[in-house]
């Protein structure tokens, strides 16, 4: 690099967006991903050692990836070379591939090659790669928002480790605006930048774990503002929700909004209104809410409030909370849209509820033992001890069913589900009045 090189870097570092100049420079500067880059854990201490192998990361916008990228190349004695998937073609691979050939011919040393957006190239490229991969001449870094089981090749995976990067926390997200307000070097100190606290949360929240988004917003807002007559620029919360395009709305998820909304959520969905139940997942959505707590309750509701009356509530909600891990945002919104409108137009019954609730009272309140003809018999001596005799076999009988004590004497007139006339819970009543469970 000459004179004219270093001095050009230099000024695009100063000129660079905040969120660029905010990045951790080592491993012990970034924030969040304590999964994969606590003390303990496997990636943290193959950066410190100095003992990499072809690693893949994945996750949303924002997270971290290529700050990670560059925090190994601020680590490493390998030299480190970077591409990005979507601008380089095939000469940009077959020139990084020979400069590192010639740097491990003739010194010795590794090569480092990290591919932002890996997923972008195509099957022919990344084919390019593997034997260069498997034969230590690169060891390779990609980053991809994409799942990499499904957009990289399988032979690329398989002599790769994935690190699956996880959205930033609201309270990370604080931590780097704090930096960012405060770091005179690098950040928006000069500018003597007061962002209030209100503030600063919504941004937090409304970047939805995307550290480059919040980031932007910060400074976006610290260069629209006009300074005060101190000379400070403040930033409050109608200024953060103008820089970030989002309208504040009025939720504190440590607060009363919180437990205000979700109420009413879920009641929307036990009152068979669809339209409200999908306007209050909106607003926690729109506000940032975790979206596994929203499928949370969307199966808590199928079990509590619909049960048997339609059953595949249940496996609809439950289907919904797995994707959302899967599929994160902003897809996971049209999953959680889908199964709380099943939920509230499905048929109610809280019988198995009540059920549930009934029958354990009636543990509580009385000692009970099981009866002799449906305990266990099948170690030597039961019969002895008269366990398991008498026991009628439903299946040797018409219908499969046969009238037999199944509860224990104490409570063996109780009755603990009382199924309802709706939905499918019709049909399992219908069956109990016939077999005479039900009169």
């Not at 951790?24 to 991903?33: A, H, I, M, N, S």
């Not at 409108?341 to 059920?355: D, E, F, L, R």
Request: net charge negative; proline share 4%.
């Amino acid at each position: 690099m000459d004179l004219f090189d270093y001095v050009r870097e230099k000024k695009k570092e100063k000129d660079a967006p905040l969120a660029a100049r905010m990045r951790p420079r080592t491993l012990d500067e970034v924030v969040g991903q304590r999964h994969i880059i606590g003390k303990d854990k496997l990636l943290y201490r193959a950066i410190k050692a100095d003992k990499l192998q072809s690693i893949i990361f994945y996750g949303p916008p924002g997270t971290g990836k290529t700050t990670l990228a560059e925090v190994i190349a601020n680590t490493t004695s390998a030299d480190f070379v970077k591409i990005n998937a979507t601008t380089a073609g095939k000469k940009e691979m077959m020139e990084a591939v020979g400069a590192a050939k010639n740097r491990l011919g003739q010194f010795g040393k590794k090569t480092i090659l990290f591919v932002d957006e890996i997923h972008r190239f195509n099957k022919g490229q990344q084919d390019y790669l593997l034997p260069f991969v498997e034969d230590g001449t690169l060891i390779l870094i990609g980053a991809t928002t994409e799942n990499p089981y499904f957009e990289v090749n399988q032979a690329l995976i398989s002599r790769s480790v994935i690190f699956e990067l996880k959205p930033l926390s609201p309270d990370d997200v604080c931590i780097l605006l704090d930096r960012a307000v405060t770091d005179r070097e690098r950040g928006l100190a000069g500018l003597h930048v007061c962002l209030d606290e209100d503030a600063k949360r919504f941004l937090a929240d409304a970047s939805g774990g995307d550290a480059r988004e919040a980031l932007n917003a910060l400074e976006l807002g610290a260069l629209t503002t006009d300074p005060d007559e101190g000379g400070a620029i403040h930033i409050d919360l109608a200024a953060a929700s103008e820089c970030i395009q989002k309208r504040v709305v009025r939720y504190d998820k440590n607060g009363d909004d919180h437990y205000d909304t979700i109420s009413a959520f879920i009641k929307s969905m036990r009152g068979s209104d669809p339209d409200a139940a999908v306007y209050y997942l909106a607003k926690m959505l729109y506000a940032g809410e975790d979206v596994k707590f929203i499928a949370r309750r969307i199966m808590i509701c199928a079990s509590e409030d619909v049960g048997n009356a339609d059953p595949m509530a249940m496996l609809v909600a439950s289907a919904a909370a797995q994707e959302v891990e899967r599929i994160g945002m902003p897809e996971s919104q049209l999953i959680l849209a889908q199964a709380c409108i099943y939920v509230a137009g499905a048929p109610k019954s809280n019988a198995c509820t009540n059920a549930v609730f009934s029958a354990k009272e009636a543990v509580r309140t009385n000692r009970t033992s099981v009866p002799p003809h449906l305990k266990d018999a099948h170690y030597g001596g039961s019969e002895k001890l008269g366990r398991g005799i008498g026991y009628q076999y439903p299946h040797d009988y018409p219908g499969h069913y046969v009238d037999q004590q199944y509860l224990p004497d104490e409570v063996k007139d109780k009755k603990f589900y009382e199924p309802t006339a709706n939905g499918y819970e019709k049909n399992i009543r219908e069956y109990l009045e016939k077999i005479g469970k039900i009169r």
